[in-house]
């Protein structure tokens, strides 16, 4: 299951209401890459993929393939907002190492 703090669920709740379609809510993935072996990917979706699991988190559906939702499961996603800018964080606690921009994990 991936949590979304009240901070990420905002921002997505904007994103999705500015956007020119319905969305239907997001996808996140652990996509291989990055500069430590996995690296996350989000974006919103109009609909579920085939195969895709849901999980929801503060009224907001949060799609993932199956391979993705074992690696981010128990992950939690933050929206931080600082003087370098701001931009979604993820607290994994699968994750045995990370980059230092957080972008990517192991």
Request: net charge negative; charged share 15%.
């Amino acid at each position: 299951m991936i949590t979304l703090t009240d901070r990420a669920a905002g921002a997505i709740r904007s994103a999705m209401n500015a956007a020119t379609t319905s969305m239907a809510g997001l996808r996140v993935t652990a996509l291989a890459g990055g500069c430590s072996g996995f690296q996350y990917q989000m974006g919103l979706v109009q609909s579920a993929e085939p195969g895709d699991l849901l999980c929801e988190s503060d009224g907001l559906a949060i799609f993932s393939d199956p391979e993705s939702a074992e690696r981010l499961a128990g992950t939690t996603i933050d929206y931080v907002e600082s003087l370098e800018g701001a931009g979604f964080s993820f607290n994994n606690p699968q994750a045995k190492s990370t980059c230092a921009c957080g972008k990517s994990f192991c």
